[in-house]
């Protein structure tokens, strides 16, 4: 085609006006050129939505319909009426000599990263999956570190839910938590996965409204503290946020905050089955990804989660037949919201460095509570932190989940899963602070993995390093690991095949990358999605928890191993689904490549 500026020829004028529309290549671009009342139009010939051929659409009253899913365009400008479908791109036109010549390459409007983060707004505020797919996939493409449009969804989520931080903020903190354990393309089915979540679970919800922080900056910390706790015990939400955002405006210090939350989401046992405090440590992860200059509003939405929740020790499972509460308000000095009889444990410890017994693991899974407080009062007289019994607990809680019996109620399976988040979010939460209401997590968590005790009985075994060492190709073992989650009810399989891979020197890495493919692929709902990201947590974890002890190599491949048997068997108890977030997420990535959808 002749070139004449940045115009190119196309149709003779006349063909344009008998037939009404063109479809015409330019440049390698299919450009639909329509003559409606009186006018030349140019739109990529691909509707923004989902591809159809928009020179099959019709046009009256200067709108263009796709007829596929009927989105609209407002046909001089491109703009759409359907917030879902996008604006198509128009081309300028101009009429020579009887021939209509078209630019193929206008300047655009917005670069790709600008483009895409306002629809992922939009996507976000009208809750559009494939909207939602397109633009975190397009940003990732565009080269956007995943934190920006990670801290554009922790401020709608924060700010368009009126009950607080939920589900879907957990999920998000949680995929950007294992993100760079991921493969590069499920890095983007991740942050999709996050996304969508915050966008379920603001939908329909009404906005939140904040409370301002004192108009003083001379209270001291312990009384901050206090009244912050006071505010939740007696369910005082507003009073509460007006504390935490005072301690935030005032410039207390991540540890600081950190203390007066957790202080308060362990003054009663195990709260709305362990969801407060793993909120809590997981909006503390966000912040570390996206900045502290968004703790006022992060922090906030969690003072509705945690004053309404309901409190483990008003439940008779703590009560009957053995008053659970009672033993840890023996410990902890008078009643469950007390530390005095801890800060005196811990103050016999000060100064002594501490390696967990030989049986200590035996006694945590022990069908004896008062011993296996007995055993954590020890151990902090004994001089333990809160992180290294944490990490103990943890490793307890992880176990009940490797073991667990496939012939109970399918519901158990997140009774154990609750308790191994939980103690996750313990030990997380001890690495960022010290603060002595922390051990009362570490008990709460034990005495949850207690309880649990019914669920791995019996126990499944727990292949023994070197058991399987069956020589096989470690990617061969990958592949039927990822065909387990393809069949209903392959649990025991899938625990056996990762027990398989370490014993044949498989790379953990690469394990885990196969996992959370596994994971992603899948419709897999809040829980799911939390275990396998406290799974990957404690894996990398559990070496530098015991390696000052005086275990062996053995026993540091066993443990270093039972996060992700465990995480392997709850997958497979979940799995397969129908896949219908994957196959949004395939036709938004073959949309943004260009592929056609439509094959008609």
């Not at 009342?37 to 990529?44: P, Q, Y």
């Not at 934190?147 to 903190?173: A, K, Q």
């Not at 992880?398 to 997140?414: H, I, L, P, Q």
Request: aromatic share 8%; glycine share 8%; charged share 25%.
């Amino acid at each position: 085609m002749a070139t004449v500026d940045d115009f190119q020829a196309t149709v003779s004028l006349g063909d344009l006006e008998a037939a009404g529309r063109e479809l015409v290549s330019v440049d390698g671009t299919a450009i639909a050129l329509f003559h409606h009342e009186g006018e030349v139009r140019a739109v990529d010939n691909r509707c923004p939505h989902m591809g159809f051929p928009l020179s099959e659409g019709s046009v009256a009253d200067g709108i263009l319909t796709c007829h596929w899913h009927h989105a609209r365009f407002e046909l001089s400008c491109g703009d759409t009426f359907d917030p879902w479908a996008d604006d198509v791109r128009t081309y300028p036109t101009e009429i020579r000599d009887g021939t209509v010549f078209v630019n193929p390459n206008p300047p655009r409007e917005l670069p790709p990263d600008e483009h895409w983060a306002d629809r992922l707004e939009t996507g976000l505020a009208e809750n559009l999956r494939l909207v939602v797919a397109k633009s975190t996939i397009g940003l990732l493409d565009a080269g956007v570190d995943y934190r920006e449009p990670m801290r554009t969804v922790l401020e709608f989520g924060t700010r368009y839910r009126e009950s607080g931080w939920g589900s879907g903020l957990t999920v998000l903190g949680c995929m950007t938590n294992v993100i760079d354990d991921l493969d590069p393309t499920d890095r983007k089915r991740a942050l999709y996965t996050g996304v969508r979540h915050v966008a379920d679970d603001c939908a329909d919800q009404p906005p939140n409204f904040d409370q301002p922080s004192f108009s003083t900056d001379e209270v001291a910390f312990d009384r901050l503290k206090s009244w912050f706790r006071d505010c939740v015990e007696v369910r005082d939400a507003d009073g509460a946020e007006r504390c935490l955002r005072t301690a935030v405006a005032t410039g207390r210090s991540e540890p600081e905050v950190a203390e007066l939350l957790f202080a308060a989401a362990t003054d009663h046992p195990y709260l709305s089955s362990g969801h407060v405090l793993d909120f809590a440590n997981t909006a503390f992860e966000c912040l570390e990804r996206v900045g502290w200059d968004d703790a006022d509003e992060t922090l906030a939405s969690l003072i509705d989660p945690l004053a309404s929740a309901d409190r483990s020790d008003e439940r008779s499972s703590w009560r009957q037949p053995i008053d659970l509460v009672a033993l840890l308000e023996d410990v902890y000095g008078g009643d469950v919201t007390a530390t005095s009889g801890l800060e005196d444990l811990a103050s016999e410890g000060a100064g002594q460095s501490w390696s967990p017994p030989a049986a200590f693991q035996e006694t945590l899974r022990s069908d004896d509570p008062e011993a296996i407080v007995d055993a954590l009062a020890n151990a902090v007289r004994d001089g333990a932190t809160t992180e290294a019994l944490a990490a103990e607990v943890a490793h307890a809680a992880a176990t009940r989940v490797a073991r667990f019996g496939t012939a109970n109620e399918f519901s158990d399976w997140n009774t154990v899963h609750h308790t191994f988040t939980y103690a996750n979010a313990i030990h997380q939460s001890a690495r960022r602070t010290d603060a002595i209401e922390l051990y009362r997590g570490v008990f709460d968590a034990a005495l949850n993995v207690y309880l649990d005790r019914f669920l791995n009985t019996p126990p499944t075994p727990i292949p023994e390093p070197g058991a399987n060492e069956t020589g096989r190709d470690a990617e061969a073992i990958l592949e039927d690991l990822l065909e387990t989650f393809d069949r209903e009810g392959a649990v025991n399989e899938a625990g056996r095949l990762v027990a398989e891979y370490f014993d044949c020197g498989g790379d953990p890495a690469r394990l885990k990358r196969t996992l959370g493919h596994g994971l992603l692929r899948e419709d897999a709902g809040f829980h799911t999605l939390q275990n396998l990201e406290a799974a990957f947590r404690q894996f990398d974890l559990v070496a530098n928890a015991v390696e000052s002890t005086t275990g062996t190599d053995r026993d540091l491949e066993h443990r270093r191993r039972v996060p992700l048997i465990a995480t392997a068997r709850y997958m497979a108890a979940h799995f397969p689904t129908r896949r219908q977030a994957e196959q949004t997420f395939t036709i938004a990535a073959r949309l943004n490549r260009g592929e056609a959808i439509h094959d008609g």
